[in-house]
T-cell receptor, first 108, second 112 residues
Framework: QKEVEQNSGPLSVPEGAIASLNCTYS??????FFWYRQYSGKSPELIMF????GDKEDGRFTAQLNKASQYVSLLIRDSQPSDSATYLC????????FGQGTELSVKP | EAQVTQNPRYLITVTGKKLTVTCSQN?????MSWYRQDPGLGLRQIYY???????DKGDVPEGYKVSRKEKRNFPLILESPSPNQTSLYFC???????????FGPGTRLLVL
């Protein structure tokens, strides 16, 4: 089992829809959870982080954490074509582990 | 402008020819790290440094060396590059620990 697992996609959603990106992790001791966005040919950039169970909202983005079920998700409301990118989940326990990333395509 | 810089951005070399990829940050960050990114394998950490003169292995350290003599610089050294080190390399830094990292623009390396 991979330590941090994401569906590679591509996930395709129409413009204006909600995009839901999921990530599961194996280390129950993990304490910090991050979502990075990576445009094609560019470097990753942090868009959200969450430490506590529940939801954290920032504009159109909502991160959801469920430690009991060991998953973290990212919701993007009112998806825009500019949101088309690969989204990387990163989980920190003893070390920071990245998932493979989910490619999101938002169709106009 | 706060940033992480890497040089060179692109490099083609041959097996066995020593090379260094430089990384520098101007944010006075304590934590710096090197990653490689390969299709299907995601970002994997090579080495990291919690502060000056403190470095430690990540998940894939074999074939790489690093040093941290100054807070702002964290070069990645490939003493004898091999084709399996062909990859996209990212340097990153953060204020403390591995959280909220800022990534450099990446160095694309091809080893023939």
């Amino acid at each position: 089992q991979k330590e941090v697992e994401q569906n590679s996609g591509p996930l395709s959603v129409p413009e204006g829809a909600i995009a839901s990106l999921n990530c599961t992790y194996s280390d129950r001791g993990s304490q910090s959870f991050f979502w990075y966005r990576q445009y094609s040919g560019k470097s990753p950039e942090l868009i959200m982080f969450i430490y506590s169970n529940g939801d954290k909202e920032d504009g159109r983005f909502t991160a959801q954490l469920n430690k009991a079920s060991q998953y973290v998700s990212l919701l993007i409301r009112d998806s825009q074509p500019s949101d088309s990118a690969t989204y990387l989940c990163a989980v920190q326990g003893g070390k920071l582990i990245f998932g493979q990333g989910t490619e999101l395509s938002v169709k106009p | 402008e706060a940033q992480v810089t890497q040089n060179p951005r692109y490099l083609i070399t041959v097996t066995g020819k020593k090379l260094t990829v430089t990384c520098s940050q101007n944010m006075n960050h304590e934590y710096m790290s090197w990653y490689r990114q390969d299709p299907g394998l995601g970002l994997r950490q090579i080495y990291y440094s919690m502060n000056v003169e403190v470095t430690d292995k990540g998940d894939v350290p074999e074939g790489y060396k690093v040093s941290r003599k100054e807070k702002r610089n964290f070069p990645l050294i490939l003493e004898s590059p091999s084709p399996n080190q062909t990859s996209l390399y990212f340097c990153a830094s953060s204020l403390q620990g591995a959280e909220t990292q800022y990534f450099g623009p990446g160095t694309r390396l091809l080893v023939l």
